[in-house]
């Protein structure tokens, strides 16, 4: 968890990314990613849930760095 949570507020200063984290017992683990495009505008960069903490962590840090791969050309 630590390092998804440094790497995302690291890279937030580059690109500017909103973060929402959740847990409830019927939907788990929960990590919602959006890229902000304009003051009212944003775009779904990754959601990812996992009854596991550790693994819903690494699944979304993973996406996130393949997303920036893909898309931004790179971390």
């Known amino acids: 968890m630590d390092n998804f949570l440094k790497f995302f507020d690291e890279k937030s200063k580059v690109y500017p990314?909103?973060?929402?984290?959740?847990?409830?017992?019927?939907?788990?683990?929960?990590?919602?990613?959006?890229?902000?495009?304009?003051d009212t505008e944003t775009r779904e960069i990754l959601y990812e849930y996992s009854a596991d903490m550790e693994l819903c962590f690494a699944k979304a840090h993973v996406a996130l760095k393949e997303w920036l791969l893909k898309c931004e050309g790179g971390y």
């Open 17 to 38: 990314m909103r973060l929402k984290i959740g847990y409830s017992k019927t939907c788990d683990w929960t990590i919602h990613v959006w890229k902000k495009l304009s």
